[in-house]
Each structure stands twice: as structure tokens, then as C-alpha cells.
Nanobody
Framework: VQLQASGGGLVQAGGSLRLSCAAS????????MAWYRQAPGKQRELVAT???????DYADSVKGRFTISRDNAKNTVYLQMNSLKAEDTAVYYC???????WGQGTKVTVSS
């Protein structure tokens, strides 16, 4: 059972990125899935959650800019990030609640 995150990179402020989290080896379609992030010197924080029902929750800091979605046929969860700000710079981690499993992280750097 593993999660593989990808899609990070360097982008200018105002730009967009889409992160992907590919799950394998388990049953993820019924699991709550989430994206967290950790900026340098800060604690890891919850960014967005998509529940097994498909409902979503977002941190106030990303509401209206980020969208979490899932494709159960592909066992993949996405995080579409628009209107990126310098303060979005962090390592982003995906998380599968059903297995309490973390992905390896993908780095996002937003230049101002």
C-alpha cells in the first residue's frame, strides 16, 4: 500500500499547478483523502480533504483557490492550485485516512 505524489515545481505568483497522488495496493475509493503541507520552520497543516462521499473541506487560506478532486477509477487524488501565492510555498503531502498513510511529498515553490 503506497501513495505517490507528483506535480510540484516552481511557479510564479498568480500561476497554477496541479498535484497528483496515485494510490496503489489498497482500497482507496471509500477513504477520506487529504492534502497537507509543511512550510520551512512550520508545522504540517491540513489543506484540503475529500471524503469518501465526495464532499470536500478546505483550509480558509486556500478556499476559492484550490480544488481537491478524485478519480476512483484511477485511484488518484488531485489538488488543483490556482492564484498561487508566495505563502503557498511548502512541501505538499497526500494522506489516506483509511490506512493512516502518507505519501512522500512534493515540493511547491511560488516565487513573488
Amino acid at each position: 500500500v503506497q501513495l505517490q505524489a507528483s506535480g510540484g515545481g516552481l511557479v510564479q505568483a498568480g500561476g497554477s499547478l496541479r498535484l497528483s497522488c496515485a494510490a496503489s495496493g489498497g482500497i482507496f475509493s471509500i477513504s477520506d483523502m487529504a492534502w497537507y503541507r509543511q512550510a520551512p520552520g512550520k508545522q504540517r497543516e491540513l489543506v484540503a480533504t475529500i471524503h469518501g462521499s465526495g464532499s470536500t473541506d478546505y483550509a480558509d487560506s486556500v478556499k476559492g483557490r484550490f480544488t481537491i478532486s478524485r478519480d476512483n477509477a484511477k485511484n488518484t487524488v488531485y489538488l488543483q492550485m490556482n492564484s498561487l501565492k508566495a505563502e503557498d510555498t511548502a512541501v505538499y503531502y497526500c494522506y489516506a485516512d483509511i490506512y493512516r498513510l502518507w505519501g512522500q511529498g512534493t515540493k511547491v515553490t511560488v516565487s513573488s
